[in-house]
Nanobody
C-alpha cells in the first residue's frame, strides 16, 4: 500500500524559508521520479518540481532560483527547500510520482494529506 506523508509546512512572512519533507512507502522510491505538487484554493493542482531517480531535477519556472528539490533514496524521502517565499506560493503541498522531465505523472488515488504553506505579506 502506497503511503506518502508530507510535513514541514507552516505560516511565514514574505521572503522567509521552509523545508518540506515527504516520506514514501509502498513505492519503489529509488526507481521512480518523484515530484512536489501544490494546490491553491480554487485552483488546479500543479507540479512544482520533479526529481529523477538519480537526483536530476526540473522546477516550474515560477520557482526557479527559489525552490530546490532533492531526495534521499536511502530514506525514501523527498525534500523541497523553499526560499524567498511569496504570497502566491500559498497552497497545500503534496508529493507524488512524477516524470523526470518535469511533467506530472501522479499515482492517482494515493495522495497524502499534504502540508499547508501560508505566506503572508
Amino acid at each position: 500500500q502506497v503511503q506518502l506523508v508530507e510535513s514541514g509546512g507552516g505560516s511565514v512572512q514574505t521572503g522567509e524559508s521552509l523545508r518540506l519533507s515527504c516520506v514514501a512507502s509502498g513505492i519503489d522510491f529509488d526507481a521512480n521520479a518523484m515530484g512536489w505538487y501544490r494546490q491553491a484554493p480554487g485552483k488546479q493542482r500543479e507540479l512544482v518540481a520533479a526529481s529523477g531517480p538519480e537526483g536530476t531535477y526540473n522546477h516550474r519556472q515560477s520557482v526557479v532560483g527559489r525552490f530546490q528539490i532533492s531526495r534521499d533514496n536511502a530514506k525514501n524521502t523527498l525534500f523541497l527547500q523553499m526560499t524567498s517565499l511569496k504570497p502566491e506560493d500559498t497552497a497545500v503541498y503534496y508529493c507524488n510520482r512524477a516524470r523526470g522531465n518535469g511533467t506530472a505523472w501522479p499515482l492517482n488515488g494515493y495522495w497524502g494529506q499534504g502540508t499547508q504553506v501560508t505566506v503572508s505579506s
